[in-house]
């Protein structure tokens, strides 16, 4: 187990909804990245924060948004949500600045969506 | 177009064999290169990390090689036992890129029978 923890595991919600997602990084870790994983497809970056700021974002529209709490936990919210939503949501945490950007990422096991 | 490429997409292997796995990518300028496993339904679980100057690094029955003058590198798992059964992803991280955006490959499915 890497210590990081999702929830929930597993959320159905309909076309044009509202979801939050939730990270509980590993103890210590200062950084959350989150990334959506459509089946059979690698992670692509969603965006990562850092000490509660948004340092990074990958080509996903405004309606990902995310924050990052002072304990270092993070949410994931999409609004007006799209079929092509549905996949698995994982979030990495990790503690910057520590091996000159070989720094070690730990994966949560991840939140699957499914918008019908 | 994905700038990390993998192959085979997926492979069957008998149990106690070795097998290779590829990753072509053209990231650039090149900052690391990692290879996760990811079993199924879990999150990717890191084996190694290279940087342009690193060739090999090993984690015990698997070994990643890197050429950063092809832009190639190749994880071998040798003597596989059924718990190597996951995907596989290469993962690039450019050195303009800002941490954490790194560039997944769509990952190598291996099988490993009995």
């Known amino acids: 187990e890497t210590g990081v923890t999702q929830s929930p595991t597993h959320l159905i919600k309909t076309r044009g909804q509202q979801v939050t997602l939730r990270c509980s990084s590993q103890s210590g870790h200062n950084t959350v990245s989150w990334y959506q994983q459509a089946l059979g497809q690698g992670p692509q970056f969603i965006f990562q924060?850092?000490?509660?700021?948004?340092?990074g974002r990958g080509n996903f529209p405004p309606r990902f948004s995310g924050l990052q709490f002072p304990n270092y936990s993070s949410e994931l919210n999409v609004n007006a949500l799209e079929l092509d939503d549905s996949a698995l949501y994982l979030c990495?945490?990790?503690?910057?600045?520590?091996?000159?950007?070989?720094?070690?990422?730990?994966f949560g096991p991840g939140t699957r969506l499914l918008v019908l | 177009k994905n700038q990390v490429e993998q192959s085979p997409q997926s492979l069957i292997i008998l149990e106690g064999k070795n097998c290779t796995l590829q990753c072509n990518y053209t990231v650039s300028p090149f900052s690391n290169l990692r290879w996760y496993k990811q079993d199924t339904g879990r999150g990717p679980v890191s084996l190694t990390i290279?940087?342009?100057?690193?060739n090999t690094k090993s984690n015990g029955r698997y070994t990643a090689t890197l050429d950063a003058d092809t832009k190639q590198s190749s994880l071998h798992i040798t003597a596989s036992q059924l718990s190597d059964s996951a995907s596989y992803i290469c993962v690039v991280s450019g050195l303009t890129d800002s941490w954490g955006k790194f560039q997944f490959g769509a990952g190598t499915q291996v099988v490993v029978t009995p």
């Open positions: 290279m940087t342009f100057s690193e």
């Open positions: 924060y850092y000490r509660e700021e948004e340092n």
């Open positions: 990495a945490s990790s503690l910057a600045g520590t091996s000159g950007g070989r720094e070690t990422q730990y």
